[in-house]
T-cell receptor, first 111, second 113 residues
C-alpha cells in the first residue's frame, strides 16, 4: 500500500525563522509531489509542485525532492504568524490516477 | 474567475434522509474528486471521475453515490446508509488524473440534526 508519512506536529517556530516540514513516501515510482496549506476550517490550497530531484523555489517557499531517499520537504523562510496552518504533502505514483495524501503537519509560528 | 464552487457551505441531515452536496467547476478540468475529512484526520477519497458518465469508487464509497452527467458538475449524495456522515466534504478537480495537482472547493460541512 502506498503511504505518505508526515509528522503530525505541532511544529513550533519563532517568527522570522525557517520552518522545515518533511514528508516521506513508500512508492519508489512516485513521480510528482505537491504541498498544500490548509488553514483551520478551510480547504487545502496548492502552494508548491515538484517533479524532479533538487530544489524549487517560489518566494519564501522552497520544495526539496530526493527520490533516492524518498523524501520531499518544504522550507518556509522568514516564517510569519500567517503561515500557521496544517501542511499536507501529496504524491502521485506513475500509474495511479489518484494522489496519496499525508495526514499533514501542523505549523505554529509564534511572535 | 475560474474555480470550484461547493454548496451549501453548511448542511444538516435528519435521520434517514438523503442529502446532496453540489460541486461545480468552470476550469474545464476533466477529472473531479470527492474527499471526506474528519477532525484531525487526513483526506479520504470517496469517489472520483475521469470523464463524463464515468466514475470510480474510492476508499470509503459505502453510503455515498455520485453522478457525472456534465463535465462541470459532480454532485455527491450522502444516503441514509451512511451512519456517520458528520464531516467536512471537499470537492476537487484536476486537468487530468495523472500527475496533475488538484484544486479544491471551499468545502461543505455536514452535521446530523
Amino acid at each position: 500500500q502506498k503511504e505518505v508519512e508526515q509528522n503530525s506536529g505541532p511544529l513550533s517556530v519563532p517568527e522570522g525563522a525557517i520552518a522545515s516540514l518533511n514528508c516521506t513516501y513508500s512508492d519508489r515510482v512516485s513521480q510528482s509531489f505537491f504541498w498544500y496549506r490548509q488553514y483551520s476550517g478551510k480547504s487545502p490550497e496548492l502552494i508548491m509542485s515538484i517533479y524532479s530531484n533538487g530544489d524549487k523555489e517560489d518566494g519564501r517557499f522552497t520544495a526539496q525532492l530526493n527520490k533516492a531517499s524518498q523524501y520531499v520537504s518544504l522550507l518556509i523562510r522568514d516564517s510569519q504568524p500567517s503561515d500557521s496552518a496544517t501542511y499536507l504533502c501529496a504524491a502521485f505514483s506513475g500509474g495511479s490516477y489518484i494522489p496519496t495524501f499525508g495526514r499533514g503537519t501542523s505549523l505554529i509560528v509564534h511572535p | 474567475d475560474g474555480g470550484i464552487t461547493q454548496s451549501p457551505k453548511y448542511l444538516f441531515r435528519k435521520e434517514g434522509q438523503n442529502v446532496t452536496l453540489s460541486c461545480e467547476q468552470n476550469l474545464n478540468h476533466d477529472a473531479m474528486y470527492w474527499y471526506r475529512q474528519d477532525p484531525g484526520q487526513g483526506l479520504r477519497l470517496i469517489y472520483y471521475s475521469q470523464i463524463v458518465n464515468d466514475f470510480q469508487k474510492g476508499d470509503i464509497a459505502e453510503g455515498y453515490s455520485v453522478s457525472r452527467e456534465k463535465k462541470e458538475s459532480f454532485p455527491l449524495t450522502v444516503t441514509s446508509a451512511q451512519k456517520n456522515p458528520t464531516a467536512f466534504y471537499l470537492c476537487a478537480s484536476s486537468i487530468e488524473v495523472r500527475n496533475q495537482p488538484q484544486h479544491f472547493g471551499d468545502g461543505t460541512r455536514l452535521s446530523i440534526l
